[in-house]
């Protein structure tokens, strides 16, 4: 399945001065494959697109930032949707 996911944290828990975003994800989980970041920096908004074989990897994957953000976790197609 392809999820985008959103992950918010405050300014107080920005991560950019102690190890930056890849404290927030564990790109090691086994079932969870990273396809894209992106992020609105000025808003401490980080996107991800990942492909996942079930929701509990997923959840492994965001484990690192469980303490310092919210995430919001979105299932999404693989092409466009055209009516």
């Known amino acids: 399945m392809l999820l985008h996911i959103t992950q ?3 300014p107080e ?3 950019a ?3 930056g975003l890849k404290m927030l ?3 090691s989980v086994e079932g969870v494959k990273l396809r894209a ?3 609105a920096l000025s808003e401490h908004v980080i996107y991800y697109i990942v ?4 929701l509990e990897a997923v959840y492994k994957f965001l484990d690192p930032g469980w303490t310092r953000c919210t995430s919001k976790i979105t ?3 693989e ?3 055209v009516r």
């Open 75 to 77: 299932l999404v197609s």
């Open 8 to 10: 918010i944290h405050t």
């Open 51 to 54: 492909e996942a074989d079930n």
């Open 17 to 19: 001065d102690e190890g």
């Open 13 to 15: 828990r920005c991560p």
């Open 25 to 27: 994800y564990d790109p």
């Open 37 to 39: 970041v992106y992020g």
């Open 79 to 81: 092409g466009p949707i």
